[in-house]
C-alpha cells in the first residue's frame, strides 16, 4: 500500500464513481481499476460494491477511508511545513471550534493571521464538542478548542480556562438571581445544547449530566433555536453566561447561580498526538492561547485561565 493507492481510493470514495475520479486525478479508469482491485487484493477484502452506475463503500472501504484520508493530510501537512522558510510561514490549517471559543477568537484570529501571515490559509468551522474526537481522528480539523473531551491516547489535550456554568431564562421563568440547587433547577422546563453526540461540554459530572438530560424537556443542537427559545419563555438552559452575554447585559434574560452542587466546565486546545506539529500548527495553537488570555484577562471572557 502506497500513498498513490491511497490517493486513488480517496478519490474514488468521494467521487461515488471511477469515471469520475480518474477525471479528477487526470488518469485512466482502467490504471485506477487496477490500483483499486491490487489493494483489494492485498487487504483481502472488498472495498467497494459495484453498482449499475458508480460505487458504494463497504464497511472496509469507510474504515480505510478515516485511515486515508489522516494519512493524506499528514503527507501534505509535511510538504507544507519542510518547504516553508524561517521568515514566512505559509501552508494551511484547519481548526475547529465550540461555539464560545468562535464568538470569543475567530475575529480576533483572522485579523491577526491576515496581518501578521498573509500566506498562512486558515479553515475555521464552528463544530459541536461531542463530535471534537471524529473531527480530530479523521483529519477533518488540525486543532481543536472544546469542552471537556473524554481521555484519549490518539489526542493532545490542555486545558486552558474554566468557566461557572449557570441557570439563564426570563425572570418569570427561573426566579430572582439568588443561587439555586442543583435538585430544585431539575424541577424547571429545561432547554440543553445537545453538543453533538452528548452534553459533555455543558458539564464533566457524568451522573448529574445524566440527570439534567432525563429532565431537559428539549435538547438542541442550535444556538439559534435556543436563542429563541429562552426569549419567549418555552424554558430556561444550563449554560455559561459568555454564551448569552448580550441577553444578560440587555436584561432580556436573568441568570441564577447553581448550588450544591455548584457546576463548571474546562475548555481544552487538542490536536493528534501521533502527528508532529507544523509550524503552522504552533503558530496558530499560540495565537489561539493568546487571545484566549487576552479576553479571560480584559474581562470579554469571564472565566478563570487554568494554564
Given at each position: 500500500?502506497?500513498?498513490r493507492q491511497l490517493r486513488y481510493f480517496a478519490a474514488i470514495y468521494e467521487e461515488s464513481s471511477l469515471t469520475r475520479a480518474a477525471e479528477r486525478e487526470r488518469v485512466a479508469v482502467s490504471a485506477l481499476s487496477r490500483h483499486l482491485a491490487n489493494l483489494e487484493a492485498e487487504l483481502g477484502k472488498p472495498l467497494f460494491e459495484r453498482l449499475p452506475r458508480g460505487v458504494r463503500p463497504t464497511a472496509s472501504g469507510v474504515r480505510l477511508y478515516e485511515h486515508a484520508r489522516?494519512?493524506?493530510r499528514s503527507i501534505q501537512l509535511a510538504g507544507a511545513d519542510i518547504k516553508e522558510n524561517k521568515t514566512e510561514v505559509v501552508g494551511e490549517i484547519t481548526v475547529g471550534f465550540a461555539h464560545s471559543a468562535v464568538k470569543a477568537i475567530s475575529l480576533p484570529l483572522m485579523q491577526h493571521v491576515s496581518r501578521v501571515h498573509p500566506k498562512l490559509h486558515v479553515h475555521l468551522s464552528e463544530i459541536f464538542s461531542g463530535t471534537t474526537a471524529q473531527k480530530l481522528a479523521s483529519s477533518e480539523v488540525d486543532l481543536t478548542l472544546t469542552y471537556n473531551p473524554l481521555p484519549d491516547p490518539r489526542f493532545r489535550f490542555k486545558p486552558i480556562l474554566e468557566e461557572e456554568v449557570i441557570l439563564v431564562g426570563r425572570h418569570e421563568i427561573?426566579?430572582?438571581q439568588d443561587p439555586i440547587e442543583f435538585d430544585k433547577l431539575l424541577e424547571l422546563p429545561l432547554i440543553i445544547l445537545r453538543q453533538g453526540l452528548n452534553a459533555r461540554a455543558m458539564m464533566d459530572d457524568v451522573t448529574l449530566l445524566r440527570r439534567i438530560e432525563k429532565s431537559a424537556q428539549f435538547q438542541i443542537n442550535s444556538v439559534a433555536a435556543i436563542d429563541g427559545a429562552l426569549l419567549s419563555g418555552i424554558?430556561?438552559?444550563?449554560?455559561?453566561?459568555?454564551?448569552?452575554?448580550?441577553?444578560?447585559?440587555?436584561?432580556?434574560?436573568?441568570?441564577r447561580p447553581i448550588i450544591r452542587p455548584a457546576l463548571n466546565r474546562i475548555l481544552f486546545i487538542g490536536e493528534l498526538?501521533?502527528?508532529?506539529a507544523t509550524f503552522a500548527l504552533?503558530?496558530?495553537r499560540k495565537i489561539c492561547i493568546d487571545l484566549i488570555v487576552e479576553a479571560v484577562k480584559s474581562g470579554r471572557w469571564k472565566a478563570s485561565l487554568v494554564l
Open positions: 500500500m502506497d500513498s489522516s494519512i493524506l427561573i426566579g430572582a424554558g430556561c438552559l444550563i449554560g455559561t453566561k459568555f454564551l448569552l452575554q448580550e441577553h444578560l447585559e440587555r436584561g432580556t434574560l436573568n441568570f498526538s501521533d502527528r508532529p504552533e503558530v496558530i
